[in-house]
């Protein structure tokens, strides 16, 4: 970072992080830049929203599913349905919260290229925090902006 960005970002508050955790090998704490270190992808959505109609916005940042395999989540990658327990919960700093299932954004599943944004419409995102983004979506709602915690989940709670 420059000082000049370094400074700033005192100024306004300290850069967003989103803390990586649940079932993972190596469980993280992540900047807005440190997830420029993943390739990074473009998608140009629209999505409708209850209360204020359909919205048109371009994103970029890496693909969830690089990042959270980079943290190591706990399952064999060899055995493919190992994978299909685990839940991915996604909690922005308002407490707006999803679920989404690992299979959902596997490439051996439903391939649904869910992006960790970095920047919406040309603007980075680092004070306000990474946004989910699901091209598939019709609807607004799992577009979490200011996301603070990804939790990776084995599903054993789920049928206790
Ligand atoms: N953190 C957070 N993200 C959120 C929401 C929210 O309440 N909190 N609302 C969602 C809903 S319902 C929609 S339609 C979109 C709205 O995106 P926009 O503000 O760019 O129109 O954000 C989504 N992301
Ligand atoms: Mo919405």
Do not use: N
Request: with cysteine; charged share 20%; net charge neutral.
């Amino acid at each position: 970072m420059s000082d000049s960005l370094a400074a700033a970002s005192t100024a306004a508050g300290p850069m967003a992080e989103v803390a990586l955790t649940g079932d993972l090998a190596r469980p993280a704490r992540l900047t807005v830049s440190e997830l420029l270190s993943w390739p990074q992808h473009r998608a140009q959505v629209s999505f409708d929203c209850a209360t204020s109609g359909v919205q048109h916005h371009r994103f970029t940042g890496p693909f969830l599913h690089d990042v959270l395999v980079a943290a190591g989540p706990g399952f064999d990658p060899a055995r493919r349905k190992d994978r299909l327990r685990f839940l991915i919960a996604v909690r922005g700093a308002d407490g707006h919260r999803a679920l989404l299932s690992w299979a959902e954004i596997d490439p051996d599943f439903g391939r649904a290229p869910v992006l960790l944004a970095v920047t919406m419409d040309g603007t980075p995102l680092d004070r306000a925090g990474p946004q989910l983004v699901l091209p598939q979506d019709r609807c607004g709602a799992r577009y979490i902006s200011g996301i603070e915690a990804i939790r990776v989940d084995g599903g054993y709670t789920v049928w206790t």
